[in-house]
Antibody, heavy 123, light 113 residues
Framework: QVQLEESGGGVVQPGRSLRLSCTGS????????IHWVRQAPGKGLEWVAF????????ESADSLKGRFTVSRDNSENTLYLDITGLRAEDTALYYC????????????????WGQGTLVTVSS | DIVMTQSPDSLAVSLGERASINCKSS????????????LAWYQKKPGQPPKVLIY???TRASGVPDRFSGSGSGSDFTLTISSLQAEDVAVYYC?????????FGGGTKVEIK
């Protein structure tokens, strides 16, 4: 069955950098666009970033541009989210989620989600 | 950006009663060439990832009970739970996927009265 598993979260000091990973299995990873979505404690879902199936198209939330970079390695069935200059407001559970359809250009709903990895920014 | 606005922020409904959640987009998410509304509803329970309930505004996802239904077109949408069950206590989010960024609404918390 389709599985997505995030990793790389933890407690990080403000200003530091972090790389989150998302590994997919049970489907042809290289054919699907993947999104990052986060949820801060007590807050709603916030879309963070998207990368197309082939990595050619990437987009991130305007408020996060410059600090959040999404990439992927289809040979390893893995997606990455690099975050620099971490701030307290980046504290959240970070999910990766798959487009429902192969080779979708970002205009797809999200049909499969990982369990999330928790990032806590604190000194 | 297409901004999604949900109402109410929360609602309490008796078991077996109807719950309705509204979602409004700042511009139409109806794509003219295929007549589809690029609008999805998700259910989020504590400790679990979001789960898609409805896509294309009114198509129920696989395995979703038929007490959940979606309606609306253009910029105004509604998620209805026809007969609230205890397991439906959750936060519900709408999301447009018409254009990037695919923003979510602020969420509606559904509780038992």
């Amino acid at each position: 069955q389709v599985q997505l598993e995030e990793s790389g979260g933890g407690v990080v000091q403000p200003g530091r950098s972090l790389r989150l990973s998302c590994t997919g299995s049970g489907f042809t990873f290289r054919n699907y666009g993947i999104h990052w979505v986060r949820q801060a404690p007590g807050k709603g879902l916030e879309w963070v970033a998207f990368i197309s199936f082939d990595g050619d198209y990437r987009e991130s939330a305007d408020s996060l541009k410059g600090r959040f970079t999404v990439s992927r390695d289809n040979s390893e069935n893995t997606l990455y989210l690099d975050i620099t200059g971490l701030r307290a407001e980046d504290t959240a559970l970070y999910y990766c989620a798959r487009d429902f359809e192969e080779r979708c250009g970002g205009d797809c709903y999200l049909d499969s989600w990982g369990q999330g990895t928790l990032v806590t920014v604190s000194s | 950006d297409i901004v999604m606005t949900q109402s109410p922020d929360s609602l309490a409904v008796s078991l077996g009663e109807r719950a309705s959640i509204n979602c409004k987009s700042s511009q139409s998410v109806l794509y003219g060439s295929n007549n589809k509304n690029y609008l999805a509803w998700y259910q989020k329970k504590p400790g679990q990832p979001p789960k898609v309930l409805i896509y294309w505004a009114s198509t129920r996802a696989s395995g979703v009970p038929d007490r959940f239904s979606g309606s609306g077109s253009g910029s105004d949408f509604t998620l209805t739970i026809s007969s609230l069950q205890a397991e439906d206590v959750a936060v519900y989010y709408c999301q447009q996927y018409y254009s990037t960024p695919p923003l979510f609404g602020g969420g509606t918390k559904v509780e038992i009265k």
